[in-house]
């Protein structure tokens, strides 16, 4: 664990000693290059306008979610139950993120929602700043890590995570996924892209983690090293979805292909927003149904598991179509 | 010149008109601009805009390290994010230090010519700017945590000079008197000034204040002036001469026609309506004329005015009494005292009195120590050289804060060095931007009798430390590197080279060099170091903490934000066993703390007068109270973000603050509005 932090901020620290010294610009108000960078807190709303013509692309992006126990927790924004998720956008990218809080940290008094929520507003935060890489999700994911490390208030907890950001000027999407969260791209009705579960043992997912001081050595903790990139061009009309486990684990793929491809080139969010609820309560439904076979039960059958029907957890859906 | 009959027109000379018309050329020479152009300004007003920060060029500190968005300087661009909530919020900007405890640490330091300083003196600042320049009309602060700590409001204006916006009055004593604690949209009457700027700098001062002041952001509110650009060029073409360095000058100049084009002119300059002023021979009511009207008034009018209003008392004259010593008779050394005890703008202006005035004011042995950290927007190379020729004995220096923006030339900076830092003992360049390595050589090579050497915040890349350019300095005893980039090689041989040292600040430079490297050599080389500050040095192990425990001179310690979730084995026992001259111990979010080390310290913190204990887990209050019992020094101690100290045992912890008479600090959770 220790090493995986260490990892992490050496890196960080070497990579950006020199960016961060645009604090300190010797022009007199220079601004410059930083400042048309993304120093500008620009407005995010879920049909971001282009700054160029119409060759920019832009994500036209909904939410949903079910938090598992909806009786428990009062809806906040931004998280369903420990679930929690990110959107936010620049002059230069389109950027969304999910991320799910272990459960396990509850039996030890800890909050698992936070880590998660946490991680996900300092993405949002960490996007506007002026040293963000369109390119490089991993290295939101690491600086987000890192500043947990600088929180007065102790943040404990682990969480998978899944950011994926939409590089304006080359009209290509780069992703970063660690854990069994997850990202789906259809287009003309096929999946062309979708991320892969990174697990270490069945229902154990790769996880970012902060353990409790002294038990370090007991907690499974991967670094944002770890995380599966992939980097892929987008044409108008694709269908991204980022989900949690909670909708990966309930829907059966062709499920979730036949409700995305009705929705492809749509660039209505209201019409976005009905299809996004509708996967979601299909998520929940079958999470609760207990006779139905769901891809979580199959995959537990290939590890010698008998189990049967959906599996309860909270759902998060993040929809987007690329519009150009 | 009659002053009864003022108003009256009909008794104007021609001299009088000469007044008004030759301000105007002042002000036009002034503000670099041609008469076209100021006609033309005056048709057009521009808008009202209310802009919030762009970005940061300067600040002196920062609780948070550089590469973090929580508690640093970035938080304070763009619009404010958490206000008007209020409490202690990462989103927000912080500043290192509070209160008057680290006055009160072991490594405080005395000012360099304290009689400089005003009586609110500066200590911190942060230097912002924004998009557009703006004659600003309203400067508003957005305080969320512990507000008041605001002092000075500066501006840059186009002229390349920086005036004050706005000054706290400390005799009223209205706003460092505790504001309630609450968050505060903090605008200040602004002086009435008609600089165009879009660079502000925000001076603190935090001594009185209960906890860490924390800032969301910054909007500067103005009227736009358009031909801006057209108004840049032509300074730019002009070359706008800078004042001839005799005396300090005020940020407004001294003589008195100027002063007054600037508080009498109107906003709009020479143009139709001017014109029209001009033929109607108008003169316009100048307030600073006052000394004049003064003189002609009681020479001219008072005995009338005395028997029309018939007061008593215009006809009895004192004797005068003529004292049988003057000031100059006094032998030159006690004169030599006297004016001692001035701040450097005074002794200036003594100097211009007379001759015997100006001689003593020159002595050498006035300046013998020199600080322009005070006039950090009036230093500049003419001043250094100015200062060159006085100060021949020169011991102690402290150019801190001065020359950002080029006002300092690095040569000019060498050259001073050169002449008079052979025999420099303390040197401060805290924040100076003119610094470049050819400059801290010539420090290494010129100034080898240093004892104290002080490079605050020169977090340049590459670093301007770099390998054996301090390597003549031997005698060190105080060497501070606050946020400053160094190269590891050049601290540890430093470390070797100077065995002496007694107070070491390494605060925020843990991510350039191996802490437990530099433990090691601290506890070889410098085993007589009282205070040592390693604030987020995230990477220092357990192995390091064994190290410093060999450092049996130690009365002060910041471990803050070091060791990050690592146990610290037996480090802590080891240090306060073999420390018991221990008086500050910060461990301020070092996670890895456990009971049992707080039971040592508890057992073994005789001598501790500061304790800080932020952000540790399971802390207990048992625990505490053993601490308070325990610990007869303790002054100040510090449980906030303790989650273990509940919202409910305030009171608790109120009633043992009263009874061990002990600061405690604690995490309030404040009602969201």
């Known amino acids: 664990m220790h090493s995986s932090l260490n990892w992490t901020s050496r890196m960080i620290s070497r990579a950006l000693r020199s960016s961060f010294s645009t604090l300190l610009e010797t022009a007199t108000g220079g601004g410059g290059a930083a400042a048309t960078k993304g120093a500008v807190k620009s407005a995010s709303g879920s049909a971001g306008e282009a700054a160029a013509g119409s060759q920019r692309p832009r994500f036209v992006s909904v939410v949903c979610g079910f938090a598992k126990d909806n009786l428990r927790h009062k809806y906040k924004p931004g998280k369903y139950g420990e679930d929690s998720w990110f959107k936010a956008s620049t002059e230069q990218a389109d950027v969304m993120g999910v991320a799910d809080g272990v459960g396990g940290w509850r039996s030890y008094g800890i909050d698992p929602g936070e880590f998660s929520s946490f991680l996900m507003r300092t993405c949002e935060r960490l996007v506007q700043c002026s040293h963000f890489n369109p390119q490089r999700p991993v290295n939101l994911l690491a600086y987000s890590y890192c500043e947990l490390m600088e929180q007065k208030k102790p943040i404990l907890g682990s969480s998978t995570a899944c950011v994926l950001i939409l590089n304006r000027e080359t009209s290509t999407v780069h992703t970063a996924n660690i854990g069994d969260s997850g990202f789906i791209v259809v287009r003309q009705g096929q999946v062309v892209h979708k991320s892969e579960e990174q697990q270490h043992y069945f229902n154990t997912p790769f996880q970012l983690s902060l353990p409790p001081p002294g038990h370090g050595p007991n907690v499974l903790s991967d670094s944002p090293e770890s995380a599966d990139t992939m980097s892929f061009p987008v044409r108008n009309g694709d269908v991204i979805l980022i989900a949690t486990d909670g909708v990966f684990d309930n829907v059966p793929e062709d499920l979730m292909l036949q409700v995305l491809s009705e929705v492809e080139g749509e660039q209505d969010p209201v019409k976005l927003q009905m299809t996004a609820n509708s996967l979601a309560l299909m998520a929940r439904t079958l999470s609760l149904n207990s006779e139905f076979l769901s891809p979580f039960a199959l995959s537990a059958r290939r590890n010698n598991i008998q189990a049967r029907g959906g599996k309860p957890d909270d759902i998060t859906v993040v929809l987007a179509t690329v519009a150009m | ?673």
């Open chain 2, 1 to 673: 010149m009659s002053l009864l009959a003022y108003g009256d027109s009909s008794d104007t000379e021609p001299d009088a008109l000469v007044d008004f018309t030759a301000m105007l050329r002042q002000r036009q020479r002034q503000f670099g601009c041609g008469n076209k152009a100021q006609a033309e300004q005056a048709d057009d007003q521009g808008y009202y805009l209310e802009q919030y920060v762009l970005g940061v060029l300067d600040f002196s500190s920062q609780y948070g390290i550089d590469y973090s968005i929580s508690y640093t300087a970035a938080n304070v661009i763009g619009r404010p994010t958490k206000y008007p909530a209020y409490g202690d919020y990462p989103e927000t900007f912080t500043m290192r230090t509070y209160g008057d405890w680290w006055k009160r640490a072991p490594s405080a330091t005395r000012e360099i010519q304290a009689q400089n300083l005003p009586k609110l003196a500066t200590q911190d600042y942060i230097v912002v700017y924004f998009e557009e320049f703006v004659v600003p009309t309203e400067v508003v602060i957005y305080e969320t945590f512990n507000p008041g700590a605001v002092v000075r409001i500066w501006a840059y204006g186009m002229t390349k000079h920086w005036t004050c916006l706005w000054e706290a009055e400390s005799e009223t004593d209205s706003d460092l008197a505790r504001p309630p604690a609450d968050s505060r949209r903090f605008a200040p009457p602004l002086n009435n000034t008609a600089v165009i700027t879009k660079t502000l700098r925000i001076d603190f001062n935090h001594s009185r204040l209960n906890y860490y002041t924390e800032i969301d952001a910054i909007m500067l509110c103005g009227r736009t002036v358009s031909r801006i650009k057209s108004l840049l060029g032509k300074q730019q073409r002009q070359q706008l001469k800078k004042p001839e360095f005799v005396s300090l000058p005020v940020a407004i100049p001294l003589t008195p026609k100027a002063e007054s084009s600037l508080e009498s002119s109107p906003i709009s300059g020479g143009g139709p309506i001017s014109y029209k002023l001009r033929s109607l021979k108008f003169q316009p009511k100048c307030r600073p004329d006052g000394a004049t009207k003064l003189h002609e008034f009681i020479n001219n009018d008072l005995s009338q005015f005395l028997m029309e209003n018939r007061v008593e008392g215009g006809e009895q004259q004192q004797p005068a009494v003529v004292p049988s010593i003057c000031l100059t008779d006094l032998p030159f050394e006690i004169l030599l005292r006297i004016l001692s005890y001035l701040d450097l703008k005074s002794l200036f202006r003594v100097g211009q009195v007379s001759r015997i005035f100006y001689d003593i004011s020159s002595h050498p042995l006035l300046y013998a120590e020199l600080s322009l950290k005070p006039y950090w927007h009036l230093a500049s190379s003419t001043l250094l050289c100015t200062l060159a020729l006085r100060a021949t004995m020169l011991r102690k220096l402290d150019l801190s804060w001065c020359g950002g923006l080029g006002n300092i030339s690095p040569t000019e900076f060498k050259k001073f060095l050169t002449q008079r830092g052979d025999n420099l003992t303390h040197l401060r360049l805290n924040s100076c931007k003119f610094l470049n390595s050819s400059c801290i050589e010539t420090v290494g090579i010129v100034c080898d009798n240093l004892i104290e050497l002080s490079l605050r915040n020169c977090a340049t890349d590459p670093p301007l430390l770099n390998f054996s350019c301090l390597a003549n300095l031997k005698n060190l005893e105080r060497l501070d590197l606050f946020q400053t980039a160094f190269e590891p090689e050049l601290l540890l041989s430093m470390l070797e080279g100077n065995r002496k040292l007694k107070h070491l600040n390494l605060a925020f430079c843990g991510v350039s060099v191996n802490m437990d490297n530099v433990a090691a050599h601290l506890a070889t080389y410098n085993t007589q170091l009282i205070s040592l500050d390693l604030w987020k040095a995230h990477f220092l192990s357990a192995r390091g903490l064994l190290s410093l425990a060999r450092l049996h001179q130690l009365e002060e310690l910041d471990l803050g934000w070091c060791l990050r979730e690592a146990s610290l084995g037996d480090g802590l026992f080891q240090l306060l066993s073999n420390c018991p001259k221990l008086k500050k111990l910060f461990l301020s979010a070092v996670r890895g703390t456990t009971e049992r080390d707080l039971m040592h310290i508890a057992a073994l913190g005789k001598s501790l007068e500061q304790l800080d204990l932020m952000g540790i887990l399971n802390i207990t209050h048992e625990r505490v109270y053993d601490i308070l019992v325990h610990c007869p020094k303790l002054q100040l101690l510090d449980l906030s973000f303790c989650d273990n100290i509940m919202d409910r045992d305030f009171d608790v912890l109120a009633d043992w603050s009263r009874h061990f008479n002990v600061d405690i600090k604690s995490s309030r959770v404040y009602v969201p509005r």
